[in-house]
């Protein structure tokens, strides 16, 4: 007989709440693929996704792909995981992007070590398999500065 105890399994990630007003975003994701709402009364692109457009007050929309394309603006280092999962992965980034198409969002950069970032660098989506039914946008350095 053996004392040892099975392997516990790797945490799992905290997962978004999906939506209606949401879940085509995160098809989108799965599909490898960076969507917007864009409004069909201004043509203003919106992230987060949203009811109602914050810019001319309408909720007349259409989901839009993205380039997936933009430039780090700031970004921040975590040295403490304050989850489970997280605490696997320090230190880890959390970068402030701004995408071509206007919209800003917080990601992380994968690929580039993390002395390495700069802010003003290019950047392209990615995507990852947090879990087997979460994939998230990250980010990649395409130029440095």
């Given amino acids: 007989m053996s004392n040892t105890e099975p392997a516990a ?7 978004p709440v999906i939506s209606e007003t949401n879940k085509p ?10 969507l917007a709402q864009q409004c069909t009364s201004c043509q203003e692109y919106r992230y987060p996704v949203a009811d109602v457009c914050p810019n001319c007050l309408s909720k007349d929309f259409e989901w839009r792909e993205l380039s997936g394309t933009g430039e780090l603006l700031s970004y921040i280092i975590i040295h403490r995981g304050y989850h489970p999962y997280w605490a696997l992965r320090v230190p880890y980034n959390v970068a402030f ?14 690929g580039t070590p993390n002395d390495q970032l700069a802010v003003g660098q290019r950047l392209k989506v990615a995507f990852e ?15 440095k500065t």
């Fill in 25 to 34: 975003f995160w098809d989108g994701c799965r599909d490898h693929k960076l």
């Fill in 97 to 110: 992007i701004q995408l071509d198409e206007g919209l800003r969002m917080f990601s992380n950069i994968v």
């Fill in 129 to 143: 398999q947090r879990d087997e039914d979460l994939v998230v946008p990250v980010f990649e350095v395409v130029s």
């Fill in 9 to 15: 399994s790797p945490p799992k990630p905290i997962k």
